[in-house]
Protein backbone atom coordinates (compact mmCIF):
# COMPACT_ATOMS: atom_id res chain seq x y z
CA UNK A 1 0.00 0.00 0.00
CA UNK A 2 1.18 3.78 -0.89
CA UNK A 3 -0.54 6.84 0.91
CA UNK A 4 0.24 10.22 0.10
CA UNK A 5 -0.53 12.24 3.21
CA UNK A 6 -0.39 16.37 2.48
CA UNK A 7 -0.50 19.08 5.72
CA UNK A 8 -0.29 22.75 5.87
CA UNK A 9 -3.61 24.15 4.39
CA UNK A 10 -5.14 26.37 6.10
CA UNK A 11 -6.47 30.03 6.15
CA UNK A 12 -4.30 33.03 5.04
CA UNK A 13 -4.68 36.48 4.59
CA UNK A 14 -4.29 38.19 0.64
CA UNK A 15 -0.56 38.49 0.18
CA UNK A 16 0.56 36.16 3.04
CA UNK A 17 2.48 32.76 2.98
CA UNK A 18 1.70 29.56 3.68
CA UNK A 19 3.68 26.23 2.87
CA UNK A 20 2.28 23.13 2.16
CA UNK A 21 3.76 19.20 2.70
CA UNK A 22 3.00 15.76 0.93
CA UNK A 23 4.76 12.84 2.51
CA UNK A 24 4.78 9.18 0.80
CA UNK A 25 4.37 6.51 2.47
CA UNK A 26 4.74 2.56 2.52
CA UNK A 27 5.96 -0.40 -0.07
CA UNK A 28 8.35 2.20 -2.32
CA UNK A 29 10.96 2.03 -4.56
CA UNK A 30 11.24 4.83 -6.17
CA UNK A 31 9.73 8.17 -7.24
CA UNK A 32 9.37 9.62 -10.79
CA UNK A 33 7.71 12.99 -10.95
CA UNK A 34 6.12 14.78 -8.14
CA UNK A 35 3.19 17.38 -7.95
CA UNK A 36 0.87 19.53 -6.82
CA UNK A 37 -2.64 20.20 -8.58
CA UNK A 38 -5.51 22.28 -6.96
CA UNK A 39 -9.34 22.59 -7.64
CA UNK A 40 -11.32 24.96 -6.86
CA UNK A 41 -15.36 25.44 -6.07
CA UNK A 42 -17.10 24.98 -9.65
CA UNK A 43 -14.09 24.36 -11.47
CA UNK A 44 -11.67 21.65 -12.90
CA UNK A 45 -8.62 20.08 -11.32
CA UNK A 46 -5.70 22.08 -12.37
CA UNK A 47 -1.59 21.09 -12.23
CA UNK A 48 0.14 24.06 -10.30
CA UNK A 49 3.45 22.71 -10.09
CA UNK A 50 5.43 19.96 -10.90
CA UNK A 51 8.85 18.48 -9.96
CA UNK A 52 10.91 15.54 -11.73
CA UNK A 53 12.91 13.00 -9.71
CA UNK A 54 16.06 15.19 -11.13
CA UNK A 55 14.65 18.39 -9.52
CA UNK A 56 13.22 19.79 -13.15
CA UNK A 57 10.47 22.19 -11.92
CA UNK A 58 7.43 23.28 -14.20
CA UNK A 59 4.71 26.12 -13.18
CA UNK A 60 1.29 27.38 -14.44
CA UNK A 61 1.50 30.37 -15.39
CA UNK A 62 -0.63 31.95 -12.60
CA UNK A 63 1.53 30.99 -9.94
CA UNK A 64 5.11 31.52 -11.72
CA UNK A 65 7.64 33.80 -9.29
CA UNK A 66 4.76 33.40 -6.05
CA UNK A 67 5.01 29.61 -5.82
CA UNK A 68 8.28 27.07 -5.30
CA UNK A 69 8.10 23.30 -5.28
CA UNK A 70 10.63 21.15 -3.97
CA UNK A 71 11.52 17.75 -2.75
CA UNK A 72 13.24 15.75 -0.39
CA UNK A 73 13.85 12.72 -1.93
CA UNK A 74 15.67 10.99 1.25
CA UNK A 75 12.03 11.68 3.20
CA UNK A 76 9.95 10.87 -0.02
CA UNK A 77 8.63 14.22 0.61
CA UNK A 78 6.94 16.76 -1.34
CA UNK A 79 6.99 20.78 -0.91
CA UNK A 80 5.16 23.90 -1.98
CA UNK A 81 6.24 27.06 -0.86
CA UNK A 82 3.64 29.86 -1.71
CA UNK A 83 3.73 33.54 -1.21
CA UNK A 84 1.93 36.40 -1.83
CA UNK A 85 -1.35 34.68 -1.86
CA UNK A 86 -4.46 35.94 -3.72
CA UNK A 87 -7.81 35.06 -3.44
CA UNK A 88 -8.10 33.13 -6.66
CA UNK A 89 -5.23 30.91 -4.70
CA UNK A 90 -8.32 29.39 -2.62
CA UNK A 91 -9.06 25.82 -3.83
CA UNK A 92 -8.25 22.15 -2.26
CA UNK A 93 -4.44 21.37 -3.14
CA UNK A 94 -3.84 18.02 -3.52
CA UNK A 95 -0.70 16.22 -3.96
CA UNK A 96 0.38 13.67 -6.84
CA UNK A 97 2.82 10.99 -7.39
CA UNK A 98 4.13 8.97 -9.86
CA UNK A 99 5.37 5.69 -7.58
CA UNK A 100 7.12 2.60 -8.60
CA UNK A 101 6.32 -0.03 -5.93
CA UNK A 102 8.74 -2.93 -4.64
CA UNK A 103 8.02 -5.95 -5.83
CA UNK A 104 5.78 -4.07 -9.04
CA UNK A 105 9.17 -3.95 -11.26
CA UNK A 106 9.96 -0.97 -13.11
CA UNK A 107 5.43 -0.15 -13.91
CA UNK A 108 4.85 3.85 -12.05
CA UNK A 109 1.48 4.17 -10.74
CA UNK A 110 -0.04 7.55 -10.16
CA UNK A 111 -1.37 8.15 -6.70
CA UNK A 112 -3.31 11.22 -4.94
CA UNK A 113 -3.48 12.49 -1.85
CA UNK A 114 -6.42 13.20 0.02
CA UNK A 115 -6.31 17.28 -0.52
CA UNK A 116 -5.73 19.98 1.78
CA UNK A 117 -7.73 23.46 1.69
CA UNK A 118 -6.54 26.53 1.32
CA UNK A 119 -8.29 29.92 1.78
CA UNK A 120 -6.81 33.60 1.09
CA UNK A 121 -9.13 36.07 2.19
CA UNK A 122 -9.10 38.72 4.69
Known amino acids: QVQLVESGGGLVQPGGSLGLSCAAS????????MAWYRQAPGKQRELVAVITSGGTTNYTDSVKGRFTISRDNSKNTVYLQMISLKPEDTAVYYC????????????????WGQGTQVTVSS
Open 26 to 33: GSIFSINA
Open 96 to 111: NADIIRTGWGRRANNF
